[in-house]
């Protein structure tokens, strides 16, 4: 009946739309394999930065720890005791003297430690600056941690491989499922159309679709929409269709 091709049109509308969702859901799929694939690159990328940076600081505090226990820094705080108790007796001389040679060793000090920027040589400014370098060195050494725990949840080249190959396959099933609704969605709205004008009855319009196989090729687009989005009936759909 004319209720029956309505029916059927409603079923191809929703198979349509199945498609449509296992199409998007590819597309969210084969975004993620990008991203992954992406990833392998840019990771190790910035793995190597973050250690390169963790050298850097490390370098920095094993510096400034051999700097507070050498003999050339006690000295260097000798000479600071040394100036002070000058200046307290008025010994300008003496004070010059001790000035030029605080100056020799700060310029020393400056050459040996340039790219931590210290402007002070002080016991207080040496522990700030060990502190504040241990800081840097546990946000540098948790965000190698996280890269790692990244590249360990990375698929590897096979599956990344395999899983591009899944999405082609899927996206064929889908592209095959349209068509196949489309076909008979043209077939239906023929029919309807030249019952509508009165050039065949519903029995002759009727006559000239094969039902059977419009029906199959609902099913068959259903099971293209559920293996595209991993559950396969496909072979059912194929096996109605051939019959």
Do not use: F, H, W
């Amino acid at each position: 009946s004319e209720v029956d091709l309505d029916n059927k049109l409603a079923q191809i509308e929703e198979s349509e739309a199945e498609l449509i969702k296992s199409e998007q859901e590819l597309a969210k799929q084969e975004q993620q394999l990008l991203e992954a694939e992406q990833a392998k690159t840019t990771l190790p990328q910035k793995l190597s930065e973050l250690n390169a940076q963790k050298a850097q600081l490390e370098a920095g505090i094993a510096s400034l720890e051999a700097l507070k226990n050498s003999e050339e820094y006690k000295g260097y705080l000798k000479l600071k005791e040394q100036l002070s108790q000058a200046e307290a007796a008025g010994d300008q001389e003496t004070a010059e003297y001790l000035r030029a040679q605080i100056e020799a060793a700060e310029a020393e000090m400056a050459t040996q430690l340039g790219s931590l920027g210290l402007t002070s040589y002080t016991e207080e400014a040496i522990d700030a600056a060990i502190t504040q370098l241990n800081a840097n060195l546990d946000l540098v050494n948790s965000g190698i941690a996280q890269v790692e725990a990244a590249q360990a949840q990375l698929p590897d080249d096979q599956t990344i491989a395999d899983g591009k190959a899944q999405i082609a396959d899927g996206k064929a099933q889908i592209a095959a499922g349209k068509a196949q609704l489309a076909s008979a969605k043209n077939q239906i709205n023929s029919a309807k159309q030249q019952i509508a004008s009165g050039k065949v009855t519903l029995e002759q319009a009727l006559a000239t679709l094969n039902e059977k196989e419009i029906s199959a090729t609902i099913e068959m687009a259903s099971a293209q929409a559920q293996l595209a989005s991993g559950q396969s009936k496909i072979d059912e759909g194929k096996a109605q269709l051939e019959e």
